[in-house]
């Protein structure tokens, strides 16, 4: 079944909120196994799964005699223990398992945002590349070899067992596994001894990481560890339990029997609570009717009413100039410009949708107004924004996600000097019916190159940004 994600505002729980503050701190590593992949709709082969797959598509080639076919290292070492055995067996792995192509699930989105939060460290032992894409137009850094960890760029996706992307990394006869690079097993013992390190979608456990973590207990003892996995609930009962025989005296507190989606969701939203307490704690001071103090609160109450994933993703592609690795969740901007949007809210208008880079609201009469967003995350020159803006309101038009004829204004926060000849001079607890009125002002005495109704791909006339009006989100606000 597909997993369906709980709405933000739903508790997530003391073990969450633990790792969250963990996250916060810069001290949690997720190790991410098979679990995470075959959850729908990803639904890749597990190793058992893959073995069988990988025997059938080549029973008219060889032999499969004697050898388990659902144990995928009996299945590989028989493999590749024949003339260019290696290469056949990843190539027929990748033909017979989707790793490129598979849709991502909710697990994946949530661990590609905290990476590229750099609120986690993520180590993975899939082949597949669903993390990768989950993070959507953010590109985070991948090791998949020794050069790629030592050379590139920090907080990358560390792929302990290689990544389908580069074949030749991939690993899968006991060979191989008994051989691993040294850079993984020393990264992997590294972490351990420094971050609270939870292992989620990992039903087994590769003999290099065996090591690493009996290592590290000798020196630590397991208080940083966590197990996730369904399977977990059954530890009193199954004595073969692989992680059971591994750590028989793991405490229950620290052995969380959910999947990984369910897990990771609520890591998600526990890792928000603080952005959003600290968004309360801005207008905490102000009367309980005050305008402010009651646009923040319809604007966290449709944050808690989303899914923690569109939050995060609509904060990340409401920034700009948002490096790998940093958190929009500490961003100054981010927050200016969410106090500016409360102000403008105010008693009277209501968030109608969020979409990135946009937000949507809706007066007591049903009328709509669409507002650009943009958080600079670093100093940049008010024109620049002006421009980036532009440009945003101009993909929206040839998309179509914006009408020719729709209401829009734009809120630029973190930006540095004018905004040019279109700002609204607005003041403190101006509210949008202000802003709305002063543009109708401005539109009445200025050309507007707006084009209406033409072809999205028509290159000479293909619709502009037109006359985009915007806002200084530094303006507004008694709580900014």
């Keep these: 079944m597909l997993y369906q994600p709980q709405a933000l505002g739903s508790p997530p729980g003391t073990v969450a ?9 810069g001290r949690l590593t997720i190790y991410a196994g098979a679990g995470i992949s075959q959850a729908s709709p990803t639904d890749l082969p597990g190793a058992a799964a893959l073995a069988d ?50 849709p991502y699930n909710y697990a994946h989105e949530v661990l590609a945002v905290l990476l590229c939060e750099g609120a986690a460290t993520i180590f993975e032992t899939n082949y597949d590349d669903c993390i990768e894409r989950a993070s959507r137009h953010e590109h985070p850094p991948v090791a998949r070899t020794a050069s790629e960890l030592l050379n590139g760029p920090s907080g990358p996706l560390i792929k302990a067992h290689g990544c389908v992307t ?16 040294l850079w993984a097993s020393a990264s992997v013992a590294a972490k351990l001894a420094h971050d609270t390190v939870a292992f989620i979608g990992i039903g087994s456990v590769a003999d290099y990481v065996r090591t ?37 005296d793991l405490p229950l507190g620290q052995r969380v029997a959910l999947s990984a989606e369910e897990f990771c969701d609520a890591l998600l939203r526990a890792y928000l609570v603080r952005f959003r307490s600290e968004l309360q704690d801005l207008v905490a001071d102000l009367a309980p009717m005050h305008g402010q103090r009651v646009g923040m609160d319809k604007l966290l109450a449709a944050f808690d009413s989303k899914p923690a994933v569109p939050v995060m993703l609509w904060l990340r592609h409401s920034s700009w100039r948002l490096r790998f690795g940093q958190s929009v969740a500490s961003t100054p901007s981010a927050t200016t410009g969410l106090v500016a949007l409360s102000s403008l809210l105010g008693a009277d208008w209501s968030v109608h949708c969020l979409r990135p880079c ?44 914006i009408g020719a004829d729709a209401r829009i204004l734009a809120l630029s926060a973190g930006h540095v000097g004018g905004l040019g000849a279109h700002e609204l001079i607005l003041s403190r607890e101006s509210r949008l019916a202000e802003a709305l009125e002063q543009a109708e002002q401005l539109a009445s005495g200025l050309p507007s190159d707006v084009i ?4 999205k791909d028509h290159i000479i006339d293909g619709t502009s940004a037109g006359a985009v009006y915007l806002i200084n989100a530094a303006s507004l606000g008694v709580a900014s």
């Design 17 to 25: 909120a633990h790792l969250a503050a963990r996250a916060h701190d």
């Design 53 to 102: 797959l990988i025997v059938t598509r080549l029973s008219g080639v060889m032999s499969f005699e004697g050898v388990d076919r659902w144990d995928l290292l009996a299945v590989a070492d028989h493999i590749a223990a024949h003339e260019m055995g290696g290469a056949l067996l990843r190539e027929t792995a990748l033909s017979v398992a989707d790793f490129v192509g598979a």
């Design 166 to 181: 580069l074949p030749p990394t991939m690993l899968f006869t006991t060979e191989e596994l008994d051989n691993v690079d």
């Design 212 to 248: 690493s973590i009996a290592t590290v207990l000798a020196a630590t003892g397991v208080e940083h560890l966590l197990l996730v996995g369904p399977g977990l609930g059954e530890w009193d009962d199954d004595p073969n339990l692989d992680w059971r025989q591994l750590l028989p």
């Design 358 to 401: 946009w937000i949507t609201v809706e007066s007591q009469a049903g009328d709509l107004v669409h507002i650009a967003v943009l958080f600079a995350a670093e100093p940049k020159a008010g024109a620049r924004a002006a421009r980036e803006i532009e440009r945003r309101v101009q993909i929206a038009r040839t998309e179509g996600t």
């Design 452 to 455: 209406g109704d033409v072809e």
